[in-house]
C-alpha cells in the first residue's frame, strides 16, 4: 500500500524559532494535503497542493510540493505557542486517505 | 452549518463487548470515513463509504465493520473488544469528489478495560 514517511516525529522549539516538517513518499503523488490536530482535539484541514513545485502560504505557514511530486513540507516562521499540536501530510489515492504519522510540535514560551 | 458529529463523545465497555459508534456528516457529504487514533500515534483507516455502499477498508479484523445509512449517516461496530481497541475513534466526511478535503468530528473515546 500507499507509504507516506514523515520526519522528525517530534519537534521541540523555543517560541519565535522556526519549524519544519518533511513528507517523503516512494511515488508520485496527485496531490497532498497538510492537517493540524491541537492537543485534545481533531485533524483539521489546512491546505491542498496539486502542482509540481507548488508554493503556497498562510500567514507564518508556507506549504511546499517537491518538483518530482514525491515530497512536501511544512514551514512555520517565528513559532507561537498557537501552533503546538501534530501537523500530518495525508493523501488520497482515490480509495482513501493515507495519512502520515505526524509530526508533534512543541513550543516553549 | 453544522459540522460532523459524533456520538458519544466517550465509551467505557469491557473486553468481549461490542460498541456501536455513530457519526453524522455535513449536510450535503456522501462519503464518510472511520479512523483509529490510538494513544500519541498516527490515524489509521478503518473503512470509507459513500453513497451508502462500502468503497474501502483498512487492514482490521472483520470484527470492525459498519454501514451507512440513506441520510448518509454511519455506524461503526466493533465486536468482541479487545482491550487494544482503547483508542479515539475519529469520522470524517467529504463531498466524495476527487480532490477533496475531509471535514473531521471530534471524536469517540473508546475505552476497554
Known amino acids: 500500500g500507499q507509504q507516506v514517511m514523515q520526519i522528525p516525529q517530534y519537534q521541540h522549539v523555543q517560541e519565535g524559532e522556526d519549524f519544519t516538517t518533511y513528507c517523503n513518499s516512494s511515488?508520485?503523488?496527485?496531490?497532498i494535503q497538510w492537517y493540524k490536530q491541537r492537543p485534545g482535539g481533531h485533524p483539521v484541514f489546512l491546505i491542498q497542493l496539486v502542482k509540481s513545485g507548488e508554493v503556497k502560504k498562510q500567514k507564518r505557514l508556507t506549504f511546499q510540493f517537491g518538483e518530482a511530486k514525491k515530497n512536501s513540507s511544512l514551514h512555520i516562521t517565528a513559532t507561537q505557542t498557537t501552533d503546538v499540536g501534530t501537523y500530518f501530510c495525508?493523501?488520497?489515492?482515490?480509495?482513501?486517505?493515507?495519512f502520515g504519522t505526524g509530526t508533534s510540535l512543541t513550543v516553549i514560551p | 452549518e453544522a459540522g460532523v458529529t459524533q456520538s458519544p463523545t466517550h465509551l467505557i465497555k469491557t473486553r468481549g463487548q461490542q460498541a456501536t459508534l455513530r457519526c453524522s456528516p455535513i449536510s450535503g457529504h456522501t462519503s464518510v470515513y472511520w479512523y483509529q487514533q490510538a494513544l500519541g500515534l498516527g490515524l489509521q483507516f478503518l473503512l470509507w463509504?459513500?453513497?451508502?455502499?462500502?468503497?474501502n477498508r483498512g487492514n482490521f479484523p472483520p470484527r470492525f465493520s459498519g454501514r451507512q445509512f440513506p441520510n448518509y449517516s454511519s455506524e461503526l461496530n466493533v465486536n468482541a473488544l479487545e482491550l487494544e481497541d482503547s483508542a479515539l475513534y475519529l469520522c470524517?466526511?467529504?463531498?466524495?469528489?476527487?480532490?477533496?478535503?475531509?471535514?473531521f468530528g471530534s471524536g469517540t473515546q473508546l475505552s476497554v478495560l
Open positions: 463509504y459513500d453513497e451508502g455502499e462500502e468503497r
Open positions: 511515488t508520485t503523488l496527485s496531490n
Open positions: 470524517a466526511s467529504s463531498l466524495g469528489q476527487h480532490n477533496e478535503k475531509l471535514f
Open positions: 495525508a493523501i488520497n489515492t482515490g480509495n482513501q486517505f493515507y
